[in-house]
C-alpha cells in the first residue's frame, strides 16, 4: 500500500487553510498541540517533523483522508520488522 498524500504540503498551504477557516494560528495550532509562535515558524517556512504533519492531516483532512492515513500507519513496519507471532 502506498502512503497516502497528505493534506498539506507547504506552509503557503497551510496558511491558506488556516486563513480560510477564519482561524488564528494559536487556534489552528493549538489543535494539535503546537504554541502560537512554533505554528509562526512553520508557517514562515520552518522544517515541519513528520510525526506534525500527520497530526495536521489527521486533524484538518476529510474523514475519508484520515481513515486511510490510519490504515496505512496500521500497516506500516519500519525496515527489517518482522511479523509477531500472535
Request: hydrophobic share 35%; proline share 7%.
Given at each position: 500500500m502506498a502512503a497516502p498524500k497528505l493534506i498539506f504540503s507547504t506552509p503557503t498551504e497551510i496558511k491558506l487553510f488556516r486563513r480560510q477557516h477564519s482561524m488564528s494560528q494559536a487556534e489552528f495550532w493549538a489543535r494539535i498541540g503546537v504554541t502560537q509562535s512554533g505554528g509562526s515558524r512553520y508557517e514562515s517556512g520552518r522544517t515541519i517533523p513528520k510525526p506534525v504533519q500527520?497530526?495536521?492531516?489527521?486533524?484538518?483532512?476529510?474523514?475519508?483522508?484520515?481513515?486511510?492515513?490510519?490504515?496505512?500507519?496500521?500497516?506500516?513496519?519500519?525496515?527489517?520488522?518482522?511479523?509477531?507471532?500472535?
Amino acid at each position: 500500500m502506498a502512503a497516502p498524500k497528505l493534506i498539506f504540503s507547504t506552509p503557503t498551504e497551510i496558511k491558506l487553510f488556516r486563513r480560510q477557516h477564519s482561524m488564528s494560528q494559536a487556534e489552528f495550532w493549538a489543535r494539535i498541540g503546537v504554541t502560537q509562535s512554533g505554528g509562526s515558524r512553520y508557517e514562515s517556512g520552518r522544517t515541519i517533523p513528520k510525526p506534525v504533519q500527520l497530526l495536521l492531516h489527521v486533524v484538518y483532512a476529510p474523514d475519508a483522508r484520515t481513515q486511510r492515513l490510519v490504515d496505512y500507519l496500521r500497516t506500516w513496519k519500519t525496515p527489517g520488522e518482522v511479523e509477531s507471532e500472535a
